[in-house]
């Protein structure tokens, strides 16, 4: 392994654990401890950890990064609620995936179903988004058609926004958006820890004509910083089976249909 390998598998360490130490590390990595500490020094020089005695933990930078840096602590969940949405689509739809986990994993669920893969003269599936790691995923497969929306990315993931993605949303519509949040409640709706997110996903919402926002229960009744849109501008929302029935009937007593995958 070496230093590249190690230091991806370090970061990947602290995304699944939130922490690490060094002894344990050095024991799965196969390298000795002072090796182990010298790369967390160095993650730590770049925001990417904070160094503890004895290892390091995940920095709050760090863990808005790009989505190879950031396991999926409810990955069962995830992938049973992106299966639960791919399934809403169908072929011919030109559809909105914002970033995230939950979004990524929508559009691998899309590009392996049998039927997207058909050959129909044309583009079975039109995704439009503003992740480049999700337009990298499915730039390869030839009956989805791809569109970025362009704007800025920002340093801490592989999501774009700001003006010029605004301006060709603008020009655009949608069948269907999915939105992965990182809260969502009743009365306060979708929220986004990041300005800039919540301004083109609100947008996104706004061009579509069916919202769908992707949460798992551990987000539903949660606050962030910025409002992407209102409850009453949802659709469905789709989360998993441990969602407390009392919080699902507040959405549907808002007119939000409510999926459990």
Same mark, same amino acid.
């Given at each position: ?41 160095? !993650? &730590?020089? /770049? ?7 004895? *290892?390091? =933990? @995940?920095?709050?930078?760090?863990? #808005? +990064? ?71 995923? !499915? &730039?390869? /497969? ?7 929306? *362009?704007? =800025? @990315?920002?340093?801490?993931?592989? #999501? +774009? ?101």
């Amino acid at each position: 392994m070496n230093r590249h390998e190690r230091l991806t598998a370090l970061l990947d360490m602290v995304g699944v654990r939130e922490k690490v130490e060094v002894e344990v590390s050095a024991d799965e990595l196969g390298v000795s401890p002072a090796t182990i500490r010298r790369d967390l020094d160095h !993650l &730590a020089g /770049r925001n990417l950890v904070v160094r503890t005695r004895g *290892g390091a =933990v @995940a920095s709050n930078i760090a863990y #808005d +990064l790009p989505l190879r840096h950031k396991a999926a602590r409810n990955a069962p969940e995830q992938q049973r609620i992106s299966a639960a949405a791919a399934r809403m689509v169908d072929p011919g739809m030109v559809v909105g995936l914002n970033g995230g986990t939950t979004s990524t994993e929508v559009g691998r669920a899309l590009a392996t179903r049998p039927d997207m893969g058909e050959p129909t003269g044309g583009p079975s599936l039109t995704v439009v988004t503003n992740a480049l790691n999700i337009a990298h995923e !499915l &730039a390869v /497969r030839p009956n989805i058609k791809i569109v970025v929306t *362009g704007g =800025v @990315a920002r340093q801490q993931s592989f #999501d +774009l926004s700001g003006p010029l993605s605004h301006l060709f949303l603008d020009q655009i519509s949608l069948d269907l958006v999915f939105l992965g949040v990182d809260a969502f409640d009743p009365v306060h709706g979708a929220q986004a820890h990041h300005e800039g997110d919540a301004s083109t996903n609100r947008l996104m919402a706004a061009r579509a004509r069916q919202v769908v926002v992707l949460a798992d229960s551990g987000k539903l009744g949660g606050h962030a910083f910025a409002k992407i849109c209102a409850t009453a501008d949802v659709d469905v929302l789709v989360t998993d089976g441990r969602a407390d029935p009392e919080r699902v009937h507040a959405f549907e007593e808002e007119g939000v249909r409510v999926v459990k995958a």
